[in-house]
C-alpha cells in the first residue's frame, strides 16, 4: 500500500490569517508516528523550515534508537517511518525516488474547503488500486493551501455531533488513517 | 445522548504489570476533551487519586477559563465537558447522581480480553436506546481491570494493518469516538 503522509509547519496559518512557521510539537511526532504505523503509512512526512526545530525531532529520533529502544522498542519502530524534511517540494521528491510516481496529494481541513471532495472510501480505493497517495495534515490554524501549490482532492472535514469540531491534529490524523484503512479492509 | 468517558490513572499497570498511578499528561487532557466534545460526549472523567496531579488538571482548566479564554475560546467550551475526581468509585456516583442510572461500563484495551465482547454499531444502539453508557480509556500500559471491579463489556481492540497497534490515549479515544458516532449517526 503506497499511503504517505505529511505533516506541515510551513506554510500554515495563525489564528489571524497570517502565513507563519509553526514549532514541534513533541506530542504530534510519537502520536501520529504510531497512528501511521498502525495503519500501514509507507512514511510519516514531518515539514519544518527551522533547522532548530528540525534539531528537536533528530533528537526525538536518536532518543528511540538509543537510549529510549530497550524502554521501549515500539516506539522505535513507531518512529523509523519518520521521514524529516525542510520543504515541501522535498517531501515529493522523495515519494517520486521512491515510487517512482508522483502521489495523489489530498488536503484535510477542519472547514469545508470549496474544491474537488474525495471520500474516505474513494482515498481507499486509490490506495486499492495501488495508487500512491498523499495526505496532508496542518499544524497551527491548518495549511496555506495557496501557497502550498497543488493538491488534487479535499477530505470532507470530520464531524462529529453539534458545531464544534475543533480536533487537535493528533486526533484528526488518527481518525483519518482509521476511517481510510476500514474502507480499505472491506475492498 | 448519555454517553460518559474517563482516563484512567489509578488503578493501572506499568511495562512489569504492577499496579500503578500514572501523572497527568497535559495533551491528554486537551486531545480528549477536544474530541469528547466534538463527538457528543456528555462529560469526560479524568480520575487521578494523587492530589498534585489533579491540581494540574485544575491549573490547565483555570488558564482557559481566565487568560486563555480570548486567546482560544474553543479550549474553555471542550474543557468544560471535564469532570477531575480522585477515584474510579466517584465517577459512578456523578454519572448516578446526573442521570438517576447505572451506567453500563465499557472497558478498552489493546489487547484482545477474554470477556464479553461489544462491537461498536451495539454501543451506538445502546446510546440510541437512551441508556447511559461509560467508556473507560487507560494510561500507563493499561487498566488495571481486576482491580478496578466491574465492567460490562470490552470494545475490541484498534487493529489496522498488521501487528502493530500501539496507538497513544489520545489517538484510540479519538477513533473509539468516531466509530460509535459514526455508527449512531446510520440509526
Given at each position: 500500500m503506497n499511503l504517505?503522509?505529511?505533516l506541515i509547519h510551513y506554510p500554515v496559518i495563525n489564528k489571524n490569517k497570517e502565513i507563519?512557521?509553526?514549532s514541534i510539537v513533541v506530542h504530534d511526532i510519537h502520536d501520529i508516528?504510531?497512528?501511521?504505523?498502525?495503519f500501514g503509512v509507507k512514511k510519516f512526512f514531518v515539514v519544518e523550515p527551522f533547522e532548530g526545530e528540525r534539531k528537536i525531532v533528530e533528537r526525538i529520533k536518536r532518543f528511540w534508537q538509543t537510549?529510549?529502544?530497550?524502554?521501549n522498542s515500539n516506539r522505535l519502530?513507531?518512529?523509523?517511518?519518520l521521514s524529516l524534511q525542510e520543504r515541501f517540494e522535498d517531501v515529493l521528491n522523495e515519494i517520486i525516488q521512491e515510487?517512482?510516481?508522483?502521489?495523489?496529494?489530498i488536503g484535510t481541513s477542519a472547514q469545508k474547503k470549496d474544491f474537488e471532495e474525495i471520500n474516505f472510501?474513494?482515498?481507499?480505493?486509490?490506495?486499492?488500486?495501488?495508487?500512491?497517495?498523499?495526505?496532508?495534515?496542518?499544524?497551527?490554524?491548518?495549511i496555506a493551501y495557496e501557497e502550498l501549490g497543488k493538491?488534487?482532492?479535499?477530505?470532507?472535514?470530520?464531524?462529529?455531533?453539534?458545531?464544534?469540531?475543533?480536533?487537535?491534529?493528533?486526533?484528526?490524523?488518527?481518525?483519518?488513517?482509521?476511517?481510510?484503512?476500514?474502507?480499505f479492509k472491506t475492498l
Open positions: 504517505f503522509i505529511a507563519i512557521v509553526t508516528s504510531r497512528a501511521a504505523k498502525t537510549s529510549g529502544k530497550e524502554y519502530e513507531a518512529i523509523s517511518i515510487t517512482g510516481r508522483t502521489p495523489v496529494i472510501k474513494e482515498v481507499a480505493e486509490l490506495l486499492k488500486k495501488d495508487e500512491v497517495v498523499l495526505i496532508l495534515f496542518g499544524t497551527g490554524w491548518g493538491v488534487d482532492y479535499f477530505l470532507p472535514p470530520i464531524e462529529g455531533i453539534g458545531d464544534f469540531n475543533h480536533l487537535s491534529v493528533r486526533s484528526a490524523a488518527s481518525i483519518v488513517l482509521d476511517r481510510i484503512i476500514s474502507q
